[in-house]
């Protein structure tokens, strides 16, 4: 217990000073990423309501997703307050969540674009190499 006591910082501590400064741009940005963390729940819901089973399935991202950013403020609103180091460096680690599953989605999403553009682009020269939309049905007259 000793080491990690050592290392825990007390609010208001030496540190804090230098803990208020590092935090002072999330901390200023805190209602933005509080306000987007709500808009993303919300949105998480509404897809929820999508039928059949499909919105459930992809609805708990958003909410997971909004949950992290809220958080975040709230813990980037702690350590400018408190100086405490720890409630920075848990922003931070959500912080680093977010933007890491918004990158594997990104990711997924250019996935499907070039592959949407495969598949139109070989639809469409199906049909001029075919003669018309007959082409894509399988039909001939």
């Keep these: 217990m000793g ?7 007390v609010p208001g ?3 804090a000073p230098v803990v208020k400064e590092l935090s002072r741009p999330l901390f200023e940005a805190k209602g933005w990423m509080k306000l987007l963390g709500v808009l993303m729940i919300i949105d998480g ?11 459930i399935i992809i609805a708990w991202l ?5 949950i992290l950013l809220f958080s975040v ?20 680690g959500k912080l ?10 990104a990711i997924i999403g250019i996935v499907f674009l070039i592959v949407g553009l495969i598949v139109a682009g070989g639809a469409l020269m199906a049909v001029l190499a075919g ?3 007959e082409a894509l049905r399988g039909t001939t007259m």
């Excluded at 080491?3 to 910082?9: D, G, K, N, V």
């Excluded at 958003?62 to 909004?66: A, D, E, L, T, V």
């Excluded at 403020?73 to 931070?92: P, R, Y």
């Design 45 to 55: 819901v509404f897809i929820a309501c999508i039928p059949p089973f499909f919105g």
């Design 96 to 105: 680093k969540t977010y933007f890491m599953i918004q990158g594997i989605l």
């Design 13 to 15: 501590g030496p540190e």
């Design 131 to 133: 003669g018309g939309l």
């Design 3 to 9: 080491e990690f006591a050592e290392r825990q910082s």
């Design 62 to 66: 958003p909410i997971w997703m909004g």
């Design 73 to 92: 403020g709230s813990k980037v609103d702690a350590a400018f307050q408190g100086g405490n180091k720890t409630d920075l460096a848990a922003g931070l």
